[in-house]
């Protein structure tokens, strides 16, 4: 990571950069939101149209909030797989 460094108080202060501190943020959201990953990898396989992967990972257990979202999508990509 770049980081820069300032006096403040006659103490040696560092401070990450800006795009540092974006990485930081997300690693951080993504841990505290493992779904998140999973709705990454199910947009990269339909980006791919691997439609086995998609359906695949469209299986995993979903929160009660992305469920009917999930399905839905996995309901598309039945429709559009068997086209």
Known sequence: MIETSFMAQEENI????????????????????????VIWAVGQKMWQRDFPGTYEN??????????????AVLGIIFVVSNT
């Open 14 to 37: 560092k401070v990450l950069s800006p795009v540092d501190n974006f990485v930081v943020s997300v690693v951080c959201f993504y841990k505290a939101n493992p779904e998140l990953a």
């Open 58 to 71: 469209l299986k995993k257990e979903w929160s009660d909030g992305l469920r009917p979202i999930m399905d």
